[in-house]
Structures are given as structure tokens and as C-alpha cells.
């Protein structure tokens, strides 16, 4: 994983609280959980190469 990516999640999530809070004070509590599942959805579908990189290692490791 590259300090790259790492960082466009920090900024993710950054981004999704801030929201988040600012949904969550005006009242729109269901808005504000939309936003975080959105972030959340976005996040995993970043990491899903790195995810799927990790359990084809594991299986050439255990030889399975």
C-alpha cells in the first residue's frame, strides 16, 4: 500500500466527518448516515485490489 493511498483515505474520512457533523447538527440524521456509508463504500472499493493481493499470498503461502 502506498503512502499515497493511505493519504486519499485520511482525506476521505476527514471529508465524510466533517459532512457528517454538519448533516447530523441541521437535523438530517438519515442524510448523515448515507454519507458515512457512501465513504465507507467508496473506501473498501479502494482497498479491494490490496484485499484480494492479500488472500491470493496467503493461499500461495499455505499452498491451498
Do not use: C
Amino acid at each position: 500500500m502506498t503512502v499515497e493511498m493511505i493519504i486519499k483515505i485520511a482525506a476521505l474520512g476527514i471529508v465524510v466527518a466533517l459532512l457528517n457533523q454538519i448533516l447530523k447538527h441541521s437535523g438530517r440524521d438519515d442524510q448523515a448516515f448515507f454519507v458515512t456509508m457512501a465513504g465507507i463504500i467508496v473506501v473498501l472499493s479502494w482497498l479491494m485490489p490490496y484485499i484480494i493481493e492479500l488472500f491470493t499470498s496467503m493461499q500461495e503461502l499455505f499452498g491451498l
